[in-house]
């Protein structure tokens, strides 16, 4: 079995910053990309950044400039730097995983549980 437990939302003020971080853990055997999604209400969920294994990157053109995506493989743990938050930015925002697990052959989607992320004019 596998998790992903979120953590770092918060309020903040239009302006600030948040740092979010992911963490899989259970029985891993190895994981392909790492990414942020975010959900706002009434709105499709939406990609923010992915990082691949071979530390490709891929961002929404709105965050672009303002967001960053980082890995610790060491530690199977994803983050994301939120800079020059606005408030359109606020959502839930929710991790996820491609990970093949120990006793498997294949690869599969994993989530968290989402935190909650609002920006304040």
């Known amino acids: 079995q596998v998790q992903l437990v979120e953590s770092g939302g918060g309020l903040v003020q239009a302006g600030g910053s948040l740092r979010l971080s992911c963490a899989a853990s259970?029985?891993?055997?190895?994981?392909?990309?790492m990414g942020w999604y975010r959900q706002a209400p009434g709105k499709q969920r939406e990609l923010v950044a992915q990082k691949t294994s071979g530390s490709s990157t891929n961002y929404a053109d709105s965050v672009k400039g303002r967001f960053s995506i980082s890995r610790d493989n060491a530690k199977n743990t994803v983050y994301l730097q939120m800079n020059s938050l606005k408030p359109e930015d606020t959502a839930v925002y929710y991790c996820y995983a491609v990970i093949r697990q120990a006793q498997l052959m294949t690869y599969g989607d994993y989530w968290g549980q989402g935190t909650q992320v609002t920006v304040s004019s």
């Open positions: 259970g029985s891993i055997f190895s994981i392909s990309a």
